[in-house]
């Protein structure tokens, strides 16, 4: 069997920049195991799998070790692979996934991701997470009902631009993904997002994280649009606005690499 495969940075509009994530469309889907041993293959922090469905497509994600419930940069990889790969015209692309229908539409500014605004939590400061991570946060917001993810705020970019993490403390401390931000020297905001117990040890642009980065900076900066920058050392510039309960995220995408991959 000969499956076609794109691998995209998303998130930027230079390669080598932004997230890189495989994007693998079906014609049906294929079995779960069969799924991860090629999101293991693929070694890559996502690797994204399209069925056509009657109205859009069914999507899902997978890192090397687990399936996700929602995954930014694969979806904006995705819609580029169909409109500059599969011949997709419409302006906006629906996707059927486990976080329910998402859509993203396409303008001159980019690819825009239409998501679901996480809810936040007031947390504590975990001292074990912030040694694992190397500083002291000044505050902690959960995210999600389960808190399946953790927001550590820092006072100056510069403080988060600084953390070296000992991953495997971090992961020893908790299950969760660390998210950490402060506000922009110039821009609004910028993270990291750091996943070890999803196999991911630092992930270089997070979509799924400005979920809930645009809501809390949104509500401290009293903005409504806000841009954003991810400081891996790939990098990676996103344009978040807040509407209501949905996070409106645009960003442009290239593709490095198309081939086959062969079972």
Same mark, same amino acid.
């Given at each position: 069997?000969?499956?076609?495969?794109?691998?995209?940075?998303?998130?930027?509009?230079?390669?080598?920049?932004?997230?890189?994530?495989?994007?693998?469309?079906?014609?049906?889907?294929?079995?779960?195991?069969?799924?991860?041993?090629?999101?293991?293959?693929?070694?890559?922090?996502?690797?994204?799998?399209?069925?056509?469905?009657? /109205?859009?497509?069914?999507?899902?994600?997978?890192?090397?070790? =687990?399936?996700?419930?929602?995954?930014?940069?694969?979806?904006?990889?995705?819609? @580029?692979?169909?409109?500059?790969?599969?011949? &997709?015209?419409?302006?906006?692309?629906?996707?059927?996934?486990?976080?329910?229908?998402?859509?993203?539409? /396409?303008?001159?500014?980019?690819?825009?991701?239409?998501?679901?605004?996480? /809810?936040?939590?007031?947390?504590?400061?975990?001292?074990?997470?912030? &040694?694992?991570?190397?500083?002291? +946060?000044?505050?902690?917001?959960?995210?999600?009902?389960? &808190?399946?993810?953790?927001?550590?705020?820092?006072?100056?970019?510069?403080?988060?631009? %600084?953390?070296?993490?000992?991953?495997?403390?971090?992961? %020893?401390?908790?299950?969760?993904?660390?998210?950490?931000? +402060?506000?922009?020297?110039?821009?609004?905001?910028?993270?990291?997002?750091?996943?070890? +117990?999803?196999?991911?040890?630092?992930?270089?642009?997070?979509?799924?994280? &400005?979920?809930?980065?645009?809501?809390?900076?949104?509500?401290?900066? @009293?903005?409504?649009?806000?841009?954003?920058?991810?400081?891996?050392?790939?990098?990676?510039?996103?344009?978040? +606005?807040?509407?209501?309960?949905? =996070?409106?995220?645009?960003?442009?995408?290239?593709?490095?690499?198309?081939?086959?991959?062969?079972?």
């Amino acid at each position: 069997m000969d499956l076609p495969i794109y691998q995209v940075d998303a998130f930027t509009d230079v390669i080598f920049a932004g997230n890189p994530a495989a994007v693998m469309p079906l014609e049906q889907w294929l079995d779960d195991g069969t799924l991860q041993a090629l999101a293991m293959e693929n070694n890559l922090s996502e690797t994204a799998f399209l069925v056509p469905a009657t /109205r859009g497509y069914e999507l899902r994600w997978f890192t090397p070790t =687990v399936e996700v419930d929602l995954c930014g940069h694969a979806t904006l990889a995705s819609a @580029h692979v169909l409109y500059e790969h599969l011949d &997709h015209t419409d302006d906006e692309i629906l996707f059927h996934t486990r976080s329910g229908e998402l859509r993203v539409n /396409r303008s001159d500014a980019g690819l825009t991701l239409d998501f679901p605004a996480a /809810r936040l939590f007031p947390g504590e400061v975990d001292l074990d997470i912030c &040694h694992a991570l190397g500083a002291t +946060a000044s505050e902690t917001v959960l995210v999600g009902e389960n &808190h399946h993810s953790a927001i550590y705020v820092y006072e100056f970019e510069e403080d988060v631009a %600084a953390l070296r993490p000992d991953l495997r403390a971090l992961s %020893a401390a908790t299950g969760q993904c660390i998210i950490v931000t +402060a506000p922009g020297d110039e821009c609004d905001f910028v993270s990291r997002f750091f996943g070890p +117990a999803v196999g991911v040890d630092e992930d270089p642009v997070t979509g799924s994280a &400005h979920c809930a980065l645009t809501p809390y900076w949104a509500g401290r900066l @009293h903005l409504e649009e806000l841009q954003a920058r991810q400081i891996s050392d790939r990098g990676g510039n996103i344009t978040c +606005a807040l509407r209501g309960e949905r =996070v409106l995220m645009t960003g442009r995408a290239v593709t490095f690499l198309q081939g086959t991959a062969r079972l």
